[in-house]
């Protein structure tokens, strides 16, 4: 298992940026396929992006072209630089770690990402 603690969210104006990161704890981070979901109010949880061990990278359409997700695999990291912020972006941004050969998953306890019109 891996412990993940999210940091960088807070408010913005419309059309601007963050950026979030992602610590993990625990052993072989390299193995694990990284991804950021987000929660509006009201809303299901939604995938937003991922990255695979081996640096595949997805997005889902409502921020691509605007989002950016990279990992440091030496640092025990993963980002998420969030560009071009729209208020429907408005939500708490949970990263996740889904262990590439059981599929266990792992969260974070997720940051708040507010985005004013």
């Known amino acids: 298992q891996v412990q993940l603690v999210e940091s960088g969210g807070g408010l913005v104006q419309a059309g601007g940026s963050l950026r979030l990161s992602c610590a993990a704890s625990?052993?072989?981070?390299?193995?694990?396929?990284m991804g950021w979901y987000r929660q509006a109010p009201g809303k299901q949880r939604e995938w937003v992006t991922s990255?695979?061990?081996?640096?595949?990278?997805n997005y889902a359409d409502s921020v691509k072209g605007r989002f950016t997700i990279s990992r440091d695999n030496a640092k025990n990291k993963v980002y998420l630089q969030m560009n071009s912020l729209k208020p429907e972006d408005t939500a708490v941004y949970y990263c996740?770690?889904?262990?590439?050969?059981?599929?266990?998953?792992?969260w974070g306890q997720g940051t708040q990402v507010t985005v004013s019109s």
């Open positions: 996740n770690a889904k262990h590439s050969v059981t599929l266990d998953n792992n």
């Open positions: 990255i695979s061990s081996g640096g595949s990278i």
């Open positions: 625990g052993n072989n981070f390299a193995i694990y396929i």
